[in-house]
């Protein structure tokens, strides 16, 4: 079976940072594609695909048809954001200069915009936020699934929600292992708590906050400084990638009683999580069947792979 090009290759979501991206020059020059009676530009296309694409350096053997599967899938995912847009705009979703500025500065680049640069910024961080809002409101319009359709789910993905010895954790980064042996000291001494730890050593706010994992899923190195432990222990500190940690044990969902609460938690977000992903796919779909969409496959740098099933 020939392997999928997104499971070679990773491609970035619609709201990517911005940081790489520069006002493609020449605009008029190569139309490549026409969303409804706009069109689109080859330079515009390049610029989306070397910001949008990471995994592939210019020495990897890759094959052409790979390749030019990767390229056919981030064109449409660039028509359907002009798509999504047109829509947003349609609906009128408004988006603030404070809130533009607030999303450039999150992905600031190393070196200051020119104007040019910076404008186009701006305008690619705008479309990129009314596509947001319009999700957005698309998710606030839909149901909270019901406690009878919750029951119903955990009982139908009760396997997959709540694997073997569940457990929740906690993980403190120390910048040390010296450092890391004298926290664990303090804690276990009770002159200082986890949290107290946490909040002076985390590297970033929230960073220590528990997680709801299996056992399974931890590397055999976690496992064996965690075996044995009660919850609210803490481990002995472990090297991991070059970093050192503390772990600390919330809760072992031992108890059929916690496994049936965490079943529930758990299936009531995943049941949230589909619910979402099968609205923005339907809006998606309905606003591209509506949506005049016309390539022209003889100015692509790359043969377009169709999706079987999409006009």
């Given at each position: 079976m020939r392997t999928r090009a997104w499971m070679v290759l990773v491609l970035i979501p619609f709201l990517a940072t911005l940081a790489c991206e520069d006002p493609p020059a020449d605009r008029d020059r190569v139309v490549v594609a026409y969303v409804g009676n706009q069109p689109l530009y080859l330079n515009d296309v390049q610029a989306y695909f070397e910001s949008n694409m990471i995994g592939v350096e210019p020495g990897d053997d890759l094959p052409a048809a790979t390749i030019d599967e990767v390229k056919s899938r981030l064109l449409d995912a660039m028509i359907d954001e002009h798509i999504l847009h047109a829509?947003?705009?349609?609906?009128?979703?408004?988006?603030?200069?404070?809130?533009?500025?607030?999303?450039?500065?999150?992905?600031?680049?190393?070196?200051?915009?020119?104007?040019e640069r910076r404008a186009w910024r701006e305008l690619l961080a705008r479309q990129r936020l009314m596509i947001q809002k319009l999700q957005e409101q698309v998710v606030r319009e839909l149901s909270l699934p019901t406690d009878d359709e919750v029951v119903a789910y955990a009982e139908a993905h009760r396997d997959e929600l709540i694997p073997s010895r569940p457990l929740e954790l906690r993980a403190l980064q120390i910048g040390s292992l010296e450092e890391a042996v004298r926290v664990q000291r303090e804690i276990r001494s009770r002159r200082m708590t986890f949290n107290e730890a946490a909040l002076a050593h985390e590297a970033s706010p929230g960073q220590a906050l528990p997680q709801r994992m299996s056992w399974e899923a931890l590397s055999e190195d976690v496992r064996a400084v965690l075996e044995g432990l009660k919850p609210g222990d803490v481990s002995k500190p472990i090297e991991l990638r070059g970093?050192?940690?503390?772990f600390q044990i919330g809760t072992w969902l031992d108890d059929p009683a916690d496994q049936d609460i965490e079943?529930?938690?758990?299936?009531m977000q995943a049941l949230e999580g589909e619910r979402r992903r099968e609205a923005?796919?339907?809006?998606?779909?309905?606003?591209?069947?509506?949506?005049a969409v016309r390539l022209k496959e003889a100015t692509l740098p790359f043969r377009y792979v169709p999706v079987a099933g999409r006009t």
């Open positions: 829509e947003a705009e349609r609906r009128a979703v408004r988006v603030s200069d404070l809130e533009v500025a607030t999303y450039l500065d999150m992905g600031a680049a190393e070196t200051p915009d020119d104007a970093e050192t940690y503390l079943l529930m938690h758990r299936a923005l796919d339907d809006l998606q779909r309905q606003l591209r069947s509506r949506s």
